[in-house]
């Protein structure tokens, strides 16, 4: 996609859509990037159970260095 087409489409889902919302809860775009990604393979409510945990307890980078 060329820009201008990336800015349209994106004018017409904050049109459309102007506040979304979603059920996974979090704290930092970090751990909103972490459930995401954990979602695209599960519901929201079961990758809410996976990563709360190993999110809370590291910061930011240093959480991901204990995924292996």
Do not use: N, W
Not at 41 to 49: A, C, F, L
């Amino acid at each position: 996609m060329e820009a201008a087409q990336v800015h349209l489409l994106f004018s017409r889902l904050q049109a459309a859509c102007p506040k979304p919302t979603t059920e996974l809860r979090y704290l930092s775009p970090f751990e909103l990037l972490v459930a995401v990604i954990l979602s695209a393979q599960s519901t929201d409510k079961k990758s809410q159970r996976g990563h709360r945990p190993a999110v809370s307890a590291r910061q930011y980078s240093t959480s991901v260095a204990g995924f292996g």
